[in-house]
């Protein structure tokens, strides 16, 4: 329905045609390398991949397209990986249409656009000595993340190529940095910050 909506609104505008739809990351790609679209309007909360995931792939691409990310979550993981992952817009799902081609507009140009919320919430991670991402290393985040979306030790293992005493330290060291008793604890910080995105 989103999707839908996104399209109508584009089409009726003067400056943008939609050439192309996807319903996850695996059609959006292909969609991408065929038609070659001058600007990619993305959802972070793809079925089958992360939209920054995509992002981040699409930018292999010849001529890549620019990006903008849409989403329901402005949390200050989400916030962090989308800056850094060359999206050059990210509004959040309940602005104002125009909102949504005022970005696409800034893309198009070479510009950059992000919302008020979103600009508010980098600042206060930078300004934030208790950031997450000053907390835990790259790597535990990763480990979280796969934790939230409810891996085992195993799996995080198998995933990231590590052995299953490494992965146990780090989840041991994980909870003791953030003051933690149990994994149940654990889940639900990471899900609150938006590590089980983070990928």
């Not at 003791?176 to 089980?196: A, T």
Request: charged share 25%.
């Amino acid at each position: 329905m989103f999707r839908d909506l996104m399209q109508t609104l584009v089409d009726s505008s003067e400056n943008f045609k939609v050439i192309a739809t996807a319903t996850d990351a695996r059609q959006g790609w292909e969609c991408c390398r065929e038609h070659q679209p001058d600007v990619a309007l993305i959802d972070i909360e793809l079925p089958d991949r992360s939209g920054i995931d995509l992002g981040i792939r699409l930018q292999s691409l010849p001529s890549p397209p620019a990006m903008v990310a849409v989403s329901s979550m402005v949390d200050p993981i989400t916030t962090t990986r989308v800056f850094e992952s060359g999206f050059h817009g990210y509004v959040e799902k309940n602005q104002p249409p125009d909102i949504v081609l005022d970005a696409l507009q800034a893309a198009a140009e070479g510009g950059l656009y992000f919302t008020q919320l979103v600009r508010e919430n980098r600042k206060r991670i930078f300004n934030d000595a208790n950031a997450i991402n000053k907390i835990l290393s790259h790597r535990e985040q990763l480990i979280v993340s796969k934790i939230c979306r409810g891996m085992k030790n195993k799996e995080v293992a198998e995933a990231l190529e590590l052995s299953v005493r490494t992965i146990e330290n780090h989840r041991y060291r994980i909870m003791r940095k953030l003051m933690l008793e149990s994994s149940e604890d654990l889940i639900e910080f990471g899900q609150k910050l938006g590590l089980h995105h983070f990928k």
